[in-house]
């Protein structure tokens, strides 16, 4: 027998409305987490990741049209009356924002905005509140904690505000917690620090984590699963450990060739993978890494290629993680990978 998914999107279309009329953002994303799963969502700026955060927060830009299906715990949001989502949104899901900073109110302290949630979800009273806070901010591990609960957030570093957003993340126990890029405003050796309390935490409680980054070096450490995206849709998911050992889809080749690496010779030159992510105006129809894939032919502008199933390799099906299974979304992946 299988259990609800914690987190199930089917089919999620997002078309956003521009200048130039409606444009498709997201098409057709579809992927399940379960309870206390870690998945990492990867791929170049403008290919979909935040929206896909916004979307599974009910977030998106007004006048936005969502097809498919979001279920959380089985239930549908998509469609919910406003005000049920604003109390799954703030109960249920936590999500962590890219730059502290914006994401904080700056005249308000750092225990008014941990209460808010408290008191609007939980019906805590105000001076619970503050215990609930401190609570937090130790959990957290924010240094000198119980005094700069009256503190504002432009008298804390980035870091330090980071672990704020991350106990206001946290208040209400939610069942899911997305972080979106929530390191790259931090100096590297604080990126690695606040990643590894960002899933200690999510293990603790038993959360799924959907951590959205453009660093597989990061990734590597901290997820399950990661899904690729290229232009509005998954382009590969495997198991992370799978995912490093195998990379099926050209798109994510050209992202692993990319990534910078320790003990490459001085004055090696990167590789890029050329062209850029296109506009959404000028997406392909079909595959949208089309224009800029060395193994290109005629079926890869014909239609979207389905995720097709890929072959687990014998060294992971040990794993203690259940979902073994390895998704690619090229028509041409078999013959690629004979190549390489
Ligand atoms: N409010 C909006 N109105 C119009 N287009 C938008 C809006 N928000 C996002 N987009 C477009 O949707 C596409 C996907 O954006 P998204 O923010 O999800 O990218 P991303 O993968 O998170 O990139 P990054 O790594 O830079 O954060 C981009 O082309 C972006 O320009
Ligand atoms: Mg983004």
Redesign the pocket.
Known sequence: MTSTPLLSIQNLCVS???AQGQ?E?LRGLSFDMQSGEKMGLI??????????A?AIMGLL?MRSKVTGSIKLNGTELIGMRDENMCRIRGARMGMIF?EPMTALNPVQTIWQQIAEPLQLHQGMSKSATQLRALELLERVQLSRAKERLMAYPHQLSGGQRQRVMIAMALACQPDILIA??PTTALDVTVQKEVLNLISQLVSEDGMGLLL?S?DLGLMRDQVDRVMV?YG?SVVESAPTQNLFQHRRHPYTQGLFAARPQLGLKRGTRLTTIPGQ?P??LNWPTACAFADRCAHVEGACRDALPPLSQASISSDFTNSNHSDTSHWVRCVKWQSIESQT
Not at 43 to 49: L, M, Q
Request: hydrophobic share 35%.
């Open positions: 956003l409305e521009t444009v953002a791929g170049e700026s403008g290919c979909g990741k935040s929206l896909t916004l830009p890219q979106d890029e959205i453009h995206m509005g992510v506009d959404l």
